[in-house]
């Protein structure tokens, strides 16, 4: 049974840092492309991050960008996403998803074929 389980979400002043862990079993991670996407109350999934099988490539959400980092670690068949300068804006339910594709843009309703279950951050002013 393939299970993606997100953890490290808490509760942050701003402009604190968490770092999520997403870590997969019965699947592995070496031949996926991986996603993270969040979803703050009331509002819409959104893209967050993706990270290549081999860690060549990786692409931010623009409101990210220079702030969190994704990377992977094949052999743990884990991936993180290191989070820095966390704003009230960032409070959302973060959650991973593999991909056999590499999309550009990166969809939000579709083209994931595993999904976990979500992590909750939560970023306090």
């Known amino acids: 049974q393939v299970q993606l389980l997100e953890s490290g979400g808490a509760l942050v002043q701003a402009g604190g840092s968490l770092r999520l862990s997403c870590a997969a079993s019965g699947l592995p991670l070496t031949n996926y492309a991986m996603v993270w996407f969040r979803q703050a109350p009331g509002q819409e999934r959104e893209f967050v991050a993706a990270i290549s099988p081999r860690a060549r490539s990786t692409k931010y959400e623009d409101s990210v960008k220079g702030r969190f980092a994704i990377s992977r670690d094949n052999a743990k068949n884990t991936v993180y996403l290191q989070m820095n300068s966390l704003k009230p804006e960032d409070t959302a339910v973060y959650s991973c998803?593999?991909?056999?594709?590499?999309?550009?843009?990166?969809?939000?309703?579709?083209?994931?074929?595993?999904w976990g279950k979500g992590t909750l951050v939560t970023v306090s002013s």
């Open positions: 998803a593999a991909s056999s594709s590499w999309w550009d843009p990166w969809p939000v309703n579709y083209g994931m074929d595993y």
